[in-house]
């Protein structure tokens, strides 16, 4: 078992190739669709994920995908159940297992991601539908005065509770500590954030017996504010989120694997790339993108069947961009070879 989680977890970050986050829950499925104007109804949700799944090619640049638990039950137009259809082109399934953050008590406008009752049953129910991955995020504001050190150890020590049952069932766990980056911080401080975040974790993963070399973490980039006067460019991104994992990450961890966290997709490629360019590094440095992979492809198709294909090209074109950007080989003229949409 052992050395399956850690075969699964080098395959999710071998070369050139990332992960795609399509485990959007019901309500920001919904606001996705809002946002072109489309119904969230079943059947929209299920053909929007088939027209990502069925993209031709894509597995030469997307080695998994994150579903929800909805999209795990769901087939192909053909019948084919979707994890049966991603592993016939190599690629891995993977399933969301939180239930969300939820406010945490006694600590105002700070969450607790929510989840564990009933875990280890539906692990295992997941591992049956074909799920070899899985992802848990936890949440952290930061202001001022947040996040409290409250937050930030009751949410590591879940995120371990999390990751030693799924690694009990043969399934690699993700762990995902998001700093939000909204608000008018500084990069600095954003850096020492992600910086505790980070060292509370490893320090709940070590005491929880979690095999390191079968995870994979799933953080933000170190940004300033998204309201931040001043923001800080693409190579001070890299180099703040490589200070801060170089101290913070061990080197046993097979893959870091980005979220994008609101970014421009085209931000969340140049600032991978900018790291990538200064590597080889202690752990592959890839990405598990929900938005900065789906965004042109949820408008190019916008709910209509006839815009299938230009929504294939828009995310192939999305996945081909972040695989350059895992050797540093991105630059933003490739963006050119875009097939309009
Ligand atoms: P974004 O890349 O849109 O942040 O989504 C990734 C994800 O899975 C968040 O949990």
Redesign the pocket.
């Known amino acids: 078992m052992t050395n399956e989680l850690h075969e699964t977890a080098k395959a999710l970050v071998a070369e050139g190739k990332g992960i795609l ?1 399509a ?1 959007e829950s019901g309500g920001t499925i919904k606001k996705r669709f809002d946002s072109i104007g489309v119904e969230s109804t079943e059947e929209n949700r299920r053909g929007y994920r088939d027209m990502l799944f069925t993209t031709p090619g894509v597995e030469e640049y997307i080695s998994g995908v ?1 579903l929800f638990d909805e999209t795990i039950r769901q087939s192909s137009a053909d019948g084919t159940p979707f994890p049966e259809l991603l592993a016939s082109k190599g690629v891995i399934p993977g399933i ?1 297992v939180d239930q969300g953050a939820k406010p945490l008590a006694h600590a105002d406008g700070e969450t607790i991601t929510e989840g564990l009752d009933g875990l280890r049953q539906r692990l295992e129910e997941y591992r049956g539908l074909g799920a070899r991955f899985a ?1 848990w ?1 936890a949440t952290y504001s930061i202001t001022d005065a947040l996040p409290s050190d409250y937050c930030i150890w009751t949410n590591a020590h879940a995120l371990a509770r999390y990751a030693a049952l799924c690694q009990e069932a043969g399934i690699v766990p993700i762990v ?1 500590p ?1 700093v939000l980056q909204d608000g008018t911080h500084t990069i600095e401080r954003s850096y020492h954030v992600t910086c505790r975040v980070l060292d509370a974790l490893y320090t709940e993963l070590f005491d929880q017996r979690v095999d390191i070399f079968g995870t994979l973490l ?1 953080p933000n980039m170190v940004l300033s504010g998204y309201e931040a006067s001043n923001r800080a460019g693409t190579e001070e991104v890299a180099d703040w989120t490589l200070k801060c994992f170089y101290k913070h990450v061990p080197a046993a961890v097979p893959g870091v694997v ?6 421009s997709d085209e931000d ?1 490629t140049a600032h991978l790339n900018a790291m990538n360019a200064t590597g080889p590094h202690p752990w592959q440095l890839s ?8 965004a042109p492809a949820l408008k190019a198709w916008a709910g209509k069947p006839e815009n299938v294909e230009a929504g294939q090209r828009a995310y192939y074109h999305r996945a081909k961009m972040n695989s350059a950007a895992r050797t540093g080989a991105y630059a933003p003229e490739l963006e050119r070879d875009a097939v309009p949409a």
Not at 258 to 263: I, K, M, P
Not at 287 to 294: D, T
């Open positions: 986050a485990d994150i969301k992802k995020r995902e998001e799933k980005f979220l994008s966290g609101g970014q969340a990405f598990s993108y929900g938005r900065a992979l789906q």
